[in-house]
């Protein structure tokens, strides 16, 4: 096992014996220093748990795949285009203004 994996694995060992202790006789025995104690174990095992887990190779990847900003750019045309052309049937009187709202919120949150 190479050398930071296994500080890791050590860290999450002491981090849950500090929890452990902490919970079951530093809290009900030392009420404010049980309470740091614990949440000190907490930390500790969290943060090797993330460690191990991240050099394991099992973490979300770091980055994101950027969308087209073409295609970004003609769907925000196409609705735009959309939205126009419905407030202007609106301000015609050819749709009330329910059929209006919902066909507004239909279009903004379609596709």
């Known amino acids: 096992m190479e050398e930071k994996k296994r500080g890791s694995v050590w860290g999450a060992v002491v981090g849950a014996a500090l929890l452990t202790l902490g919970a079951a006789i530093g809290l009900p025995r030392f ?7 614990t949440i000190a174990g907490a930390v500790l ?5 993330w460690a191990l ?7 979300a990847p770091r980055e994101f ?3 087209d900003p073409a295609e970004l750019e003609r769907e925000h045309n196409a609705k735009k285009a959309r939205l126009d052309e419905l407030e202007k049937r ?3 009187g050819e749709v009330g203004y329910e059929e209006y709202v919902r066909l507004r919120m ?5 596709p």
């Open 31 to 37: 009420g404010t220093a049980g309470l740091v104690w």
């Open 106 to 110: 239909e279009i903004i949150s379609g």
């Open 53 to 59: 887990l991240r050099r394991s190779g099992k973490s």
């Open 90 to 92: 609106f301000r015609s």
């Open 65 to 67: 795949p950027m969308p």
């Open 45 to 49: 095992l969290g943060y090797n748990l």
